[in-house]
């Protein structure tokens, strides 16, 4: 059974910074696919960004040059790194996994397994 549990969210001023966490289980091995997405009220579901295999990164244009995803395997664990935040970051953010290559990595429809999500708060 996998099961991703993510953590790190929370409230910050613009300009902040804030890393996310997500401890996948039962996920283990290389050449799988994980992801960052978030979800803000009345809005669809939006890919963050992305990695295979622990170091193909890929990212939303609206993030990149502030956010930065990692994965450290021996920990089964993935990260994404928030600088410069926006308010219009704000939203519940997800990590998602699913085993091989995405080949849309920012498309939610790609990955077959999902966690409960953090909130990500960003006033002005």
């Known amino acids: 059974q996998v099961d991703l549990v993510e953590s790190g969210g929370g409230s910050v001023q613009a300009g902040g910074s804030l890393r996310l966490s997500c401890v996948a289980s039962g996920f283990g091995g290389s050449r799988n696919s994980m992801g960052w997405f978030r979800q803000a009220p009345g809005k669809e579901r939006e890919g963050v960004a992305a990695i295979y295999d622990g170091f193909a990164s890929y990212y939303n244009p609206s993030v990149k040059g502030r956010f930065t995803i990692s994965q450290d395997n021996a920990k089964s664990t993935v990260y994404l790194q928030m600088s410069a935040l926006k308010p219009e970051d704000s939203a519940m953010y997800y990590c998602?996994?699913?085993?091989?290559?995405?080949?849309?990595?920012?498309?939610?429809?790609?990955?077959?397994?999902w966690g409960h999500g953090t909130q990500v708060t960003v006033s002005s």
């Open positions: 998602a996994a699913t085993r091989g290559v995405a080949r849309t990595p920012l498309n939610s429809r790609e990955y077959n397994y």
